[in-house]
């Protein structure tokens, strides 16, 4: 990627510990997670929290922003990183999968995100969240040569 198309880094968050990326800064690093991932044949876990309840209500703003990232913060690696998937809507976190040898599921992620979660928001906000965990396998040379395959009529 040359310089010139990176987006401005101007208005990035600074991504220390307990602080998170802006969206902009977010979307540039996951995408630069996932094309390592590519490259390694590692799979990335994407952790999406949002609340439950009307659109008007579901913001994450101030104390309840804070109280998430500060949550996401204790359950993730100084390897990982955390940030808005989605400004003021929906926060994330991307947990690269890196050298470990046992795989943990999806579920068990969300699981244990959440009860951290839990911990650090009031119980009513506590009930209405909502963990979701996105898994990217990286695309065997099978997966690159299908869209080719299936233009060629094969």
């Known amino acids: 990627m040359m310089p010139e198309s990176l987006p401005s880094y101007s208005g990035f968050a600074s991504g220390a510990a307990g602080q998170a990326y802006n969206q902009t800064a ?5 995408a630069i997670e996932r094309r390592r991932a590519e490259r390694s044949g590692r799979p990335l876990l994407l952790v999406l929290v949002a609340l439950r309840g009307n659109r008007g209500d579901n913001r994450l703003a101030g104390a309840t922003a804070a109280a998430i990232f500060r949550g996401l913060g204790e359950t993730v690696r100084e390897v ?7 400004e003021g809507m929906v926060a994330g976190a991307v947990l690269t999968q890196g050298a470990t040898a046992a795989e943990p599921t999806r579920a068990m992620v969300a699981d244990r995100i959440t009860r951290v979660l839990r911990n650090h928001l ?6 209405s969240v ?3 965990v996105v898994r990217f396998d990286p695309r065997t040379v099978a997966d690159a040569q299908a869209p080719t395959a299936l233009a060629a009529g094969h």
């Open 80 to 86: 990982d990183f955390v940030g808005w998937f989605r």
């Open 26 to 30: 977010f979307r540039h690093f996951l």
């Open 130 to 132: 909502r963990v979701r």
């Open 122 to 127: 009031p119980a009513s906000l506590g009930r």
